[in-house]
């Protein structure tokens, strides 16, 4: 089994600072990339960022400049570092692995149980 814990969720004032965490743990032969996306009040859920096992990152538009994403390869961990934040940031963030099991080559998707994160003042 494969399991996605995220911390680090809360609620913030406009133009605050928060950094959420995901730590993969489980029978992990190899994580290919991992990402958050998150789902605003009413909304579908979105791509925020996402990264590869080499460091290479993509983000969506209306996150580019404010927020870093990052990984700990060694500590199977994602973070996402989350800065000038607006209201319109408030949404529930999950988590996105891309792991390969070490019983089998093929390539699955999972997901955190996703955090709050609301900007408000």
């Known amino acids: 089994q494969v399991q996605l814990v995220e911390s680090g969720g809360g609620l913030v004032q406009p133009g605050g600072s928060l950094r959420l965490s995901c730590a993969a743990s489980g029978s992990i032969s190899r994580i290919n990339a991992m990402g958050w996306y998150r789902q605003p009040p009413g909304k579908q859920r979105e791509l925020v960022a996402t990264i590869g096992s080499g460091g290479s990152t993509k983000y969506a538009d209306s996150v580019k400049g404010r927020f870093t994403i990052s990984m700990d390869n060694a500590k199977n961990t994602v973070y996402l570092q989350m800065n000038s934040l607006k209201p319109e940031d408030t949404a529930v963030y999950y988590c996105?692995?891309?792991?390969?099991?070490?019983?089998?080559?093929?390539?699955?998707?999972?997901w955190g149980q996703g955090t709050q994160v609301t900007v408000s003042s």
């Open positions: 996105n692995a891309l792991i390969v099991r070490v019983t089998t080559i093929i390539q699955s998707s999972y």
